[in-house]
């Protein structure tokens, strides 16, 4: 990471509630999405560079305990308030002058990748290239939800074979398991495939998880409880298939803890999950450092927090494809230009200073529907 140090000061925020229809319903263990609602934050510093964030909260607590509403909250009566005209060296300083506040990642990540991209237009660096990126280009995969049929998930997972992602992601749940990933291994004998069970799962499951051996999946993300590492560990050492950690890995210190106990062989990094791109990378390091592989995860982000992951995902030992997938898989019109585009499976690094994508105003006040201005 090049430290280059300058000082900044936030002298505005604000805070859009917006809500996007998805192009099509996306459905995981724990509910299916019609609409993505979030907070989008424009920071603007004195000198009047601006830089943009984006919660990944969900309206409900279903993947954390954090929500839009406790992150407005969160932001307006705690964050925002001790960030305000304080003299900020380098993003990393965020996690220190936050630090009096427990958890809340999501909302404290939103801040501070608004701060990143403020630091990275100010440094005339692009965010990848703040953070140490190595590649120009990242491979991704797809997140597929729960489909109607099996027939339909095939369907879906071809078209998306056939749009050249990398790496297939399956959720799964109890009763729709075995079966759906046993006809998607028969139908794509070669794909690179997982399955995401958002915590469905239990250690009575074994015998039915260790099924998942016989189907040669790159993973299994998450098939225990969402805040687990002991019996992710039990699980491990029963099943051949790696366990990639999601829901349980909020901190650096927690993935200390997870590999040291042998209760995974990936991780799932989500920059809003585990409190902004700092910690991000930090646990990337370590990860690289004990021959972990990591993924960048998604959390059915808009275009800022999209450009975020990209920037994220250039770092070297992110080599597995992450859940990046292009503007036009969720979004009939994102928010940012131009829109995130794959072709053949990768998505190229922007070079430009900053998160390289330039918000579309337009398109943000007409998916707006609640503003706040902070001073």
């Not at 503007?327 to 230009?337: G, P, T």
Request: with cysteine; charged share 30%; net charge negative.
């Amino acid at each position: 990471m090049k430290e280059k140090r300058i000082p900044l000061k936030i002298k505005e925020v604000i805070i859009r509630h917006l809500k996007m229809r998805l192009k099509n319903p996306f459905s995981t263990s724990f509910g299916t999405f019609h609409d993505k609602e979030f907070l989008l934050l424009e920071v603007k510093e004195e000198k009047g560079t601006i830089g943009w964030g984006e919660s990944v909260a969900f309206d409900a607590p279903w993947y954390t305990e954090e929500t839009l509403k406790t992150n407005w909250h969160m932001l307006e009566d705690f964050i925002i308030p001790l960030l305000l005209n304080k003299e900020i060296h380098h993003p990393d300083n965020i996690t220190d002058l936050l630090k009096g506040i427990r958890k809340n990642n999501m909302a404290k990540s939103a801040i501070e990748g608004a701060i990143w991209d403020i630091y990275t237009q100010q440094t005339n660096q692009s965010l990848a290239q703040a953070l140490g990126g190595k590649k120009d280009k990242i491979e991704v995969g797809i997140s597929i939800g729960i489909q109607e049929t099996i027939e339909k998930q095939i369907e879906v997972v071809d078209r998306a074979i056939k749009d050249g992602y990398k790496r297939i992601k399956v959720k799964i749940k109890p009763g729709r398991d075995i079966e759906v990933i046993r006809s998607l291994r028969e139908h794509f004998p070669d794909v690179p495939l997982m399955a995401d069970a958002n915590s469905a799962y239990s250690l009575k499951d074994v015998k039915l998880l260790k099924q998942l051996d016989e189907f040669n999946l790159t993973m299994i993300e998450q098939p225990l409880a969402y805040d687990d590492i002991i019996d992710h560990a039990k699980l491990q050492k029963q099943i051949k298939t790696p366990i990639c950690l999601d829901e349980s890995i909020n901190s650096l210190e927690d993935a200390k803890k997870a590999i040291e106990l042998g209760s995974c062989g990936v991780i799932n990094i989500k920059i809003g999950r585990v409190g902004g791109i700092t910690e991000a990378k930090k646990i990337h390091d370590y990860c690289e450092e004990k021959n972990i592989p990591v993924w960048c995860g998604g959390m059915l982000e808009s275009g800022i927090g999209r450009a975020h992951n990209i920037a994220l995902t250039s770092l070297s030992n992110f080599v597995m494809p992450g859940d990046t997938a292009g503007s036009n898989h969720y979004w009939e019109q994102d928010i940012i230009n131009p829109e995130v585009v794959v072709e053949d499976g990768c998505i190229l690094v922007p070079q430009k200073v900053g998160i390289g994508y330039e918000p579309n105003i337009d398109i943000i006040n007409q998916y707006t529907i609640a503003t706040k201005i902070y001073r």
